[in-house]
């Protein structure tokens, strides 16, 4: 069974920098996708970035050149990088193992950004 288990979240004021991490559980995961999404108050979950199990990245739009997702295979942990936030980056940060059968998701973390 594999486990996911984010950490990093905050509050933080517009401009400023958090790392979140995400630990995994399980021997699949340096084989695997792995995605960070998100879900502001209101509105639909979102794939934010995702990195494949070779190391291929893909962003959305409205994060790139700010975020950056990576992965540390030793550690089985994948990390979202995000600097120069915006209050539009709150919401609850997900990240999510493409499995073969299913994918795994994490309990989250909130991100807030405000003044």
């Known amino acids: 069974q594999v486990q996911l288990v984010e950490s990093g979240g905050g509050l933080v004021q517009p401009g400023g920098s958090l790392r979140l991490s995400c630990a995994a559980s399980g021997s699949i995961f340096s084989a695997s996708a792995m995605d960070w999404h998100r879900q502001a108050p209101g509105k639909q979950r979102e794939l934010v970035a995702f990195?494949?199990?070779?190391?291929?990245?893909n962003y959305a739009d409205s994060v790139k050149g700010r975020f950056t997702i990576y992965r540390d295979n030793s550690q089985n942990t994948v990390y979202l990088q995000m600097n120069s936030l915006k209050p539009e980056d709150t919401a609850v940060y997900y990240c999510?193992?493409?499995?073969?059968?299913?994918?795994?998701w994490g309990q989250g973390t909130q991100v807030t950004v405000s003044p």
């Open positions: 999510k193992l493409q499995g073969v059968f299913r994918a795994y």
């Open positions: 990195i494949t199990g070779g190391g291929s990245t």
